[in-house]
């Protein structure tokens, strides 16, 4: 892999969460797909257009693109080894030849200059160690009047997950969860703070709107309690009490679920994000000035 200046997420997605999200791609892929169509339709991609997809994870977005592009081709790039072995995989059961994947750094990836005519990213640009130097080098990837759109998470308590797990507050440490502006999956949540990292990294044209979507955490609230708690944030979170607490907290996060069960049992959270887009400038005399 080359260079990686973000190695305390490149741990993490090397390590159990990665191992995590690749076992759980479906469900994760259940959970975000209603913002599957928003994106590539953001993304105006072409049936000739070479596209980059930005923490592709288990590459359904790549493959998704790729097949919108059947004249060009699409290259997912992610920290997750675990991740990447099963978007192959992936590629490959579903005879998608014009995608591919490689595990790398955003920030400091070496792209060739111009190689590609749109770059998306479904929830995979808000970890940035640098998000000004990861957007620059991206935007200097994308030809000129080349698109960049991406989903990342809105408010924290407009987001169902969010919501059921802050709902534990009294059984579990939950503290600050979920705040913005704190490094991580809320990062971006602030629109201001997108438009200011946008302009520095020398995007144009950029847009902010709100996106929603309900997607399916398990069948039935047990099982998505579960799987709740088995995420990242839900393990560090159980880890810190003892076994009584955790058996309240579970049956708790239940009880908190059953009112999201829909008629065929699924359970089904609202996920509220925002569609994020921008342009790198046609005439380089009309670009703002990016950090190098």
């Known amino acids: 892999m080359p260079d990686v200046v973000n190695t ?35 993304a105006g991609i072409t049936t000739v257009h070479r596209v980059l997809d930005l923490g592709c994870g288990s590459g359904q977005t790549t493959r998704l693109a790729a097949l919108r592009a059947p004249q060009g081709r699409a290259l997912g790039l992610d920290l997750s080894g675990p991740m990447l072995a099963e978007a192959r995989a992936g590629a490959q059961r579903e005879g998608i030849a014009n995608a591919s994947f490689e595990q790398g750094d955003a920030q400091v990836y070496p792209f060739e200059a111009e190689a590609f005519d749109a770059a998306i990213s479904r929830y995979g640009v808000m970890f940035f160690a640098d998000p000004v130097a990861a957007f620059a080098n991206v935007g200097r990837a994308l030809t000129p009047g080349g698109r960049l759109a991406f989903i990342c998470p809105a408010d924290a308590m407009l987001n169902g997950w969010v919501v059921a797990m802050t709902s534990l507050r009294d059984i579990l440490p939950v503290g600050d969860f979920g705040q913005p502006g704190l490094p991580g999956m809320f990062s971006l949540a602030a629109p201001g703070r ?28 047990e099982d998505a309690a579960e799987f709740l708690l088995r995420t990242g944030p839900g393990r560090h979170l159980m880890e810190q009490v003892d076994a009584p607490a955790q058996a309240r907290a579970r049956r708790a996060l239940m009880d908190h679920l059953q009112a999201h069960e829909a008629a065929d049992g699924t359970v089904r959270l609202r996920s509220t994000s925002w569609l994020v887009t921008a342009s790198r400038p046609t005439d380089p005399s009309d670009r703002p000035h990016a950090r190098q």
């Not at 741990?11 to 076992?23: D, L």
């Not at 200011?196 to 955490?217: K, P, R, Y």
């Open 194 to 221: 997108i438009h200011d990292v946008l302009t520095a990294a020398g995007f144009t044209g950029i847009t902010v709107s709100q996106a929603q979507a309900h997607g399916v955490w398990g069948q039935g609230a």
């Open 8 to 42: 305390e997420q490149a741990q993490a997605w090397n390590g159990s969460e990665g191992s995590h999200w690749a076992r759980n791609q479906d469900r994760w892929n259940a959970v975000n797909e209603g913002f599957n169509e928003p994106l590539l339709n953001a």
